[in-house]
């Protein structure tokens, strides 16, 4: 059952990642897209506003997902980490755990500001909101990640 709550949280987890990503660089945009754009200029020029809700949603049941998981990783991972002396292994997923504490207290404003509408006064903190979101998700996936697979990355 684990395994299976693993796989979701993971995949939610990428879901999330993509969808902020997209939102996150569209708010950074200073000009329209135009017909001839590259790549980037299209991966940017999406309507951020219909990321909002699914954006909350997945962070929440990511979160969720991540607590029901965290008991299995206090018993298995966390003391294989502790006796291959890997203080900066445990220390990241402290810093994890409190960037997501922290982006769960995030959501109420974000989704605020983005459901108000594209008025002017409101775009820093729609921006600087996304951004802080975004880095909290990248940062929780590549260290879930890196966690998730160390037993395989190092020596037993």
Same mark, same amino acid.
């Given at each position: 059952?684990?395994?299976?709550?693993? +796989?979701? %949280?993971? +995949?939610?987890?990428?879901?999330?990642?993509?969808?902020?990503? %997209?939102?996150?660089?569209?708010?950074?945009? /200073? &000009?329209?897209?135009?017909? #001839?754009?590259?790549?980037?200029?299209?991966?940017?020029?999406?309507?951020?506003?219909? @990321?909002? $809700?699914?954006?909350?949603?997945?962070?929440? &049941?990511?979160?969720? *997902?991540?607590?029901? !998981? @965290?008991?299995?990783?206090?018993?298995?991972?966390?003391?294989?980490?502790?006796?291959?002396? *890997?203080?900066?292994?445990n220390g990241a997923f402290e810093i994890k755990e409190h960037l997501a504490a922290i982006g769960l207290g995030l959501l109420p404003a974000?989704?605020?500001?983005? /459901? /108000?509408?594209?008025? =002017?006064?409101?775009? =820093?903190?729609?921006?600087?909101?996304?951004?802080? *979101?975004?880095?909290?998700?990248?940062?929780?996936? !590549?260290?879930? #990640?890196?966690? $998730? $697979?160390?037993?395989?990355? +190092?020596?037993?």
């Amino acid at each position: 059952m684990i395994t299976v709550i693993l +796989l979701i %949280h993971g +995949l939610m987890a990428v879901a999330l990642l993509g969808a902020l990503s %997209h939102q996150a660089l569209s708010v950074a945009r /200073r &000009a329209p897209v135009a017909t #001839h754009a590259s790549f980037v200029d299209r991966f940017r020029g999406v309507a951020a506003p219909r @990321y909002t $809700n699914a954006t909350v949603v997945m962070f929440a &049941a990511t979160v969720i *997902l991540g607590a029901m !998981l @965290y008991p299995q990783y206090r018993i298995d991972v966390r003391p294989t980490l502790e006796d291959l002396q *890997l203080r900066s292994a445990n220390g990241a997923f402290e810093i994890k755990e409190h960037l997501a504490a922290i982006g769960l207290g995030l959501l109420p404003a974000y989704w605020f500001y983005w /459901r /108000r509408g594209q008025d =002017a006064p409101a775009a =820093a903190a729609r921006r600087y909101l996304t951004w802080i *979101l975004a880095f909290v998700v990248w940062f929780n996936f !590549l260290v879930g #990640h890196v966690l $998730n $697979n160390i037993k395989g990355l +190092l020596p037993v």
